[in-house]
């Protein structure tokens, strides 16, 4: 991701969804319960925030849910989001479509080819 919009100070919001599929628009999905969605998007959280990690600049902003509207996920208190994770050393290295990028209590991994991701933490 280039960072001229964060040193333009401008704010970049990325989109998160569980999945592909896990949306707004899948009816089957969506006529599950509140409880039921929050624990799929619980389970599948980590790797659209790991994407989001390894992109993310000054001035930019995670949002996840499975829907744009307030109810859609977005005041769940996701776990990921209380954890210490410190600036970044650097920015991401990757090799073909793998990603990593360290931060002073985590590493981040990203395969985007397999879409899996994978948040080391470091909290003591």
Not at 22 to 31: D, G, Q, S, T
Not at 80 to 85: C, G, H, Q, V
Not at 99 to 108: D, L, M, S, T
Request: with cysteine; aromatic share 14%.
């Amino acid at each position: 991701m280039s960072d001229s919009s964060s040193r333009a100070g401008k704010i970049v919001l990325y989109k998160g969804w569980p999945d592909h599929d896990i949306n707004w628009l899948n009816k089957e999905f969506m006529a599950k319960s509140p409880a039921e969605k929050e624990a799929i998007a619980r389970k599948k959280m980590t790797y659209p925030l790991a994407c989001y990690l390894i992109g993310a600049r000054e001035n930019s902003y995670f949002c996840y849910g499975w829907g744009y509207g307030i109810e859609d996920g977005h005041l769940v208190d996701y776990l990921e989001y209380s954890k210490k994770l410190g600036a970044p050393k650097g920015d991401a290295i990757s090799k073909g479509w793998k990603f990593k990028r360290e931060f002073e209590h985590a590493i981040v991994a990203v395969d985007l080819e397999k879409r899996e991701g994978r948040i080391q933490w470091l909290e003591k």
